[in-house]
């Protein structure tokens, strides 16, 4: 994509590149991302569960919340996901920073009308934040178009969007070669712990498994 007014890195724009596929990875791998609006109180930002779904976003949340009633009714937003993937060390405090790969949309979402497509929507969701869960001997109950009236979903198209990537060691200076601290890397990467059963659950069914090598939780059915 050629880059825009909002999407034109201002400081370390070597950083910043508009490649699609490479953004659509990170979208993918995110867990979460930060949805950023304005309201008549000010400026906003919520944190939502999310999934790319072909070139646009889905977003859902409360039906009657702020951040959908503002969205539906075509305000500018800006969606960014982050993933840190460690922080660096150099031998002066002030050249410390953190490795991390982001990505910024900018538009206006539209809101998903129809009831039973967004159950559909929201049942998509689901199984992207955690393949399989909807589906196998043991499968979660999909939404329902009732629960549907209470959770709205959004189609953001990815259409005016950034990416910056951070990584490899700290921009010391020659000065600072003499200080005895140590430099570096030091690599950070989410992983599931042991599932937790709850009351009701208990023993009866065995605990889902899940890929330790992938962010977004794989469950093997």
């Known amino acids: 994509m050629s880059p825009t007014a909002r999407t034109t890195g201002q400081r370390y724009p070597e950083r910043v590149t508009h490649d699609r596929e490479a953004a659509y990875a990170i979208l993918d791998e995110a867990l979460a991302v930060h949805v950023g609006f304005n309201t008549d109180e000010g400026p906003v930002v919520i944190p939502t569960l999310h999934m790319r779904e072909g070139d646009q976003l889905l977003l859902h949340g409360s039906a009657f919340g702020r951040f959908i009633t503002t969205a539906a009714a075509g305000a500018p937003l800006c969606v960014t996901a982050t993933l840190i993937d460690g922080v660096i060390l150099g031998r002066a405090s002030s050249h410390h920073s953190a490795a991390y ?121």
């Not at 950070?188 to 330790?212: E, K, N, Q, S, W």
């Open 101 to 221: 790969r982001s990505v910024m949309v900018f538009g206006q979402a539209s809101p998903v009308d129809d009831a039973e497509l967004r159950a559909e929507a929201l049942g998509r969701v689901v199984e992207s934040v955690i393949p399989g869960r909807l589906s196998g001997p043991r499968a979660a109950r999909r939404p329902s178009v009732e629960e549907a009236q209470y959770t709205a979903v959004l189609t953001l198209p990815i259409e005016e969007f950034s990416m910056k990537v951070r990584a490899g060691f700290a921009r010391d200076e020659p000065k600072d070669d003499a200080v005895e601290a140590w430099a570096g890397f030091i690599p950070l990467a989410p992983a599931p712990g042991a599932p937790v059963p709850d009351a009701i659950t208990g023993t009866r069914f065995p605990p889902p498994m899940y890929d330790p090598t992938v962010h977004r939780f794989r469950q093997d059915r």
